[in-house]
């Protein structure tokens, strides 16, 4: 009798944990942003247009400033590069950063052969999302910092939110601890609390 009670009481304890275990809480939607670097307003313009034809209206512009990265993307790129951050207006699910990523691969690849700059990439995209408490980058290079994904991709958190600001890491690229990027990554992380203000739906932790 206490045997089978004891086994009663062990698998109604399994049995709990399980479904303890399985639950899963609402997951918070992401702004979508994109960097877009090249030395051609052309190339930046094509970007700008093929981006809001896939992925919808641009809802911020962040300033467009001089890209600087010791030299790493002259002999592809040139010099005298330019950068600007976007976001979309409308929130995203942030699952699908590991697409996100390919389909920008994928458009450089088709601004480049339709181009006629003499640079191998006159264009370069490295899509993100930022959300209330970081910023998070996709990228095809594994380094100790980052998760990976799928289809070749991992994910790094460059910026978290911590004490009202944006803080970096030791492995934060130098062009993403500037107070431009901070300017525009607090304005994205409004337009999310806005969203989930209006919808109601934070997650509850």
């Given at each position: 009798?206490?045997?089978?009670?004891?086994?009663?009481?062990?698998?109604?304890?399994?049995?709990l944990a399980?479904?303890?275990?399985?639950?899963?809480?609402?997951?918070?939607?992401?702004?979508?942003?994109?960097?877009?670097?090249?030395?051609?307003?052309?190339?930046?313009?094509?970007?700008?247009?093929?981006?809001?034809?896939?992925?919808?209206p641009?809802?911020?512009?962040?300033?467009?400033?001089?890209?600087?990265?010791?030299g790493?993307?002259?002999?592809?790129?040139?010099?005298?590069?330019?950068?600007?951050?976007?976001?979309?207006?409308?929130?995203?699910?942030?699952?699908?950063?590991?697409?996100?990523?390919?389909?920008?691969?994928?458009?450089?690849?088709?601004?480049?052969?339709?181009?006629?700059?003499?640079?191998?990439?006159?264009?370069?995209?490295?899509?993100?999302?930022?959300?209330?408490?970081?910023?998070?980058?996709?990228?095809?290079?594994?380094?100790?910092?980052?998760?990976?994904?799928?289809?070749?991709?991992?994910?790094?958190?460059?910026?978290?939110?911590?004490?009202?600001?944006?803080?970096?890491?030791?492995?934060?690229?130098?062009?993403?601890?500037?107070?431009?990027?901070?300017e525009?990554?607090?304005?994205?992380?409004?337009?999310?609390r806005?969203?989930?203000?209006?919808?109601?739906?934070?997650?509850?932790?």
């Amino acid at each position: 009798m206490r045997r089978d009670l004891a086994k009663h009481s062990a698998a109604r304890f399994a049995s709990l944990a399980i479904a303890f275990m399985a639950a899963t809480r609402p997951i918070e939607p992401v702004i979508r942003f994109c960097a877009v670097i090249s030395r051609y307003e052309a190339a930046r313009d094509w970007a700008l247009r093929r981006i809001e034809s896939h992925w919808g209206p641009i809802g911020l512009r962040g300033k467009p400033t001089p890209f600087v990265a010791g030299g790493f993307y002259d002999a592809t790129m040139g010099d005298g590069l330019i950068k600007q951050l976007v976001a979309i207006k409308d929130v995203s699910d942030p699952a699908g950063l590991a697409d996100w990523k390919c389909e920008t691969n994928q458009w450089e690849l088709d601004y480049a052969q339709s181009s006629a700059h003499d640079e191998a990439r006159p264009l370069n995209l490295d899509p993100g999302y930022i959300t209330q408490a970081k910023l998070v980058l996709a990228t095809t290079k594994d380094r100790d910092h980052r998760l990976y994904l799928r289809h070749g991709m991992f994910a790094e958190v460059t910026l978290n939110y911590v004490g009202k600001k944006w803080i970096h890491h030791r492995w934060t690229y130098p062009d993403y601890r500037t107070p431009e990027v901070a300017e525009f990554t607090q304005s994205c992380r409004d337009q999310v609390r806005q969203h989930l203000i209006a919808t109601g739906g934070f997650r509850n932790v």
